[in-house]
């Protein structure tokens, strides 16, 4: 490994906890899910969203507001109006947030409202940005690049740690590969390894790595068995007519479904998937 003096886990017992509100962690004994659309596209899905989420529960909702499109014909996001909708459910529901930052000009306003930043594989060694969001006083969750090696992407999250931000999670979204069958592959070997050789929480993304609904379920288990701290997830109340990754997108009752069934897997790795009463907003009256 290059010199990864910031990223490197120098003791066993080092393992940083990313706090994402005072009662929200990343990297502790309890596992994190983050679950919400590829796309904010208005305030009604996005409310569903959060409102039918908490049954899950995930600790943290997504929605990307400035997308990183393959077609520069394809929606480009929402822009500051869905950043808009994301700040308003989030104080309604007092969940946090996490959206993508592309460029170094949209970090203050997604620093304003959002509670994670999220770098994405596309821009995962734009080495300008990772400086940038070494100031940006928020955490940033950096996804590995498409096509990445392990010591790249420890490299890319050592900018952002030597800039002066220490949050750092990690995300495994799969890599490409010679098989179009499933959209990348999981690196599940890259989660583990991760683990061991850095003292930051490492999340996997299995909707991105696989691309099919129908395969998000089993990847989720089998990253929460490998000793990943936490999931990202797409899920949509309409996920057909999501406007990007449609078909990756779970429903919502399924989405719920997935989190109560890795209640059992994140015991038997000694981790907690946290009660629905975790979330103030939630506090059930017995
Ligand atoms: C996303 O999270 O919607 C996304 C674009 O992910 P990635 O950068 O991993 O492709
Ligand atoms: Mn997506």
């Known amino acids: 490994m290059l010199n990864a003096k910031l990223a490197s886990q120098s003791h066993p017992e080092h393992k940083t906890v990313v706090q994402l509100s005072k009662d929200i962690a990343i990297g502790g004994t ?6 919400g659309p590829c796309t904010v596209e208005n305030r009604e899905q996005m409310e569903t969203v959060a409102t039918q989420l908490k049954h899950a529960p995930v600790q943290a909702l997504r929605g990307g507001v400035f997308k990183p499109r393959t077609s520069p014909y394809a929606f480009q996001g929402m822009g500051l109006e869905g950043l808009e909708i994301l700040a308003a459910v989030k104080e309604r529901h007092n969940i946090p947030v996490v959206t993508e930052v592309m460029s170094i000009g949209q970090i203050e ?9 999220q770098v994405g594989s596309r821009n995962m060694q734009n080495f300008d940005l990772l400086k940038a969001l070494g100031s940006a006083g928020k955490p940033i969750l950096l996804k590995r690049g498409l096509a990445s090696t392990i010591e790249e992407f420890v490299m890319a999250a050592e900018y952002i740690l030597s800039h002066g931000n220490p949050d750092v999670v990690l995300c495994e979204r799969g890599i490409r590969s010679f098989d179009p069958y499933t959209r990348n592959v999981l690196d599940l070997g890259a989660v583990a390894a991760l683990k061991q050789i850095t003292h930051l929480p490492v999340i996997v993304d299995p909707s991105h790595a696989v691309g099919k609904r129908e395969l998000v379920a089993p990847l989720a288990k089998a990253a929460i068995a490998c000793g990943a701290d936490g999931l990202i997830i797409e899920c949509h109340p309409e996920p057909e007519q999501s406007v990007s990754d449609a078909r990756q ?18 015991a038997a790795v000694g981790r907690i998937i946290p009660e629905i009463h975790k979330l103030p907003q939630l506090a059930v009256v017995s």
Do not use: N
């Not at 309890?30 to 679950?35: M, P, S, V, W």
């Not at 997604?110 to 994670?116: P, Q, R, S």
């Open 30 to 35: 309890e596992l994190a899910i983050i679950g």
């Open 109 to 117: 306003d997604i620093a304003a409202h959002a509670d994670m930043l």
């Open 249 to 266: 997108a779970l429903s919502l009752e399924d989405m719920v479904d997935l989190v109560h069934g890795l209640r059992p897997l994140a």
